[in-house]
């Protein structure tokens, strides 16, 4: 099979995370034949012009073609940047895009890359996401998009839109999984030691740094060590004892900081990490159940359904059978119901 061409735009003042980033998933991706070591994905980085561009970090790039000698292309990325924002470089970009467009098989944007995406009017009427940061200007600024703030990536047609930064490589793992297939991607978000499917499927930001930039004292590393550590002793003696507290000043302090009980912290954490172990094929609901920490699979199914307003074999099947997008939407309607999700 011949690599599919990915074509990255790179500029003066891009976010150098949201081209490398999505760059090196691709580039890491094998094609899934038995034995094979060959590319899945042909990576190049086309410039405005044959010059090198620098990054906002300062990070030096030199493109490997340019807008007027691309090759034809099977996947357009447009990184974010704030160059992409100043107004001669947007018209060059735009105006490319929305004449590769017809030729072009998928069309990615990263973060701010929305910019270079949304004048060509290709995008109009459809559901969208960037940066949290930036959503509500692009929407201010392009009133037909459909800006949806929550999401890590979203999927409408043949247009993929993605939040802040890292989030290009959790779209890059989605891309690699359509075209190549799960075991493909698994092994690339090994290799990059990422989630293949973050947790809770499409929220903005993780758990654990909402929760981290809340107490910034030991409690916040009690809060991560809880989140890496499900199965582990996790009773109010364990955790005040990491703490250096006594249990009962642990327990007060913990719901001051967080606005939760320990043990409501903990029991959400792991159905947390329950729910993204639920896509992972082939492992039953009691591994998972006491990988997580519960003491069996009844007291797990419980307390799943407690809080997703659904079973753990349902919520299964619906996200495997819909995978990124419509987990989204799915995550609304808990909302619309009253489901707790934190």
Known sequence: MVPRRIGILGFEQVNALDLAGPAEAFATARQPESGSRKNGYEVIVIGLCGRRFVSESGVVFHPNSTLKKAPRLDTILIPGGRGLREAALNAAVSNWLRKRAAQTRRIVSVCTGIYGLAPTGLLDGRRVTTHWRFAADVAKRFPRLRVEANAIFLKDDKFYTSAGVTAGIDLALALIEEDLGQAVA???????????????????????????????????????????????????????????????????????????????????????????????????????AGSVGFRSADAFRRAFQHRFRITPGKYRRRFQRTGHERSTRFSQTIKRKGGRRK
Do not use: M
Not at 218 to 233: F, K, M
Not at 241 to 267: E, I, N
């Open 186 to 288: 698994l092994a690339v978000a090994r290799e990059l030691v990422v989630y293949l499917k973050r947790p809770g499927g499409q929220e903005q930001y993780s758990e654990p740094l909402r929760f981290q930039t809340q107490a910034c004292d030991r409690l916040a590393e009690v809060a991560t060590w809880i989140t890496n550590h499900p199965n582990r002793d996790l009773s109010i003696a364990e955790l005040a004892q990491r703490a250096c507290l006594s249990p009962r000043h642990f327990v007060r302090r913990f719901k001051d900081a967080f606005g939760q009980s320990p043990g409501s912290f903990v029991q959400d954490r792991r159905l947390d990490e329950a729910r993204r172990r639920l896509g992972i094929a082939n492992v039953s609901l009691e591994t998972i």
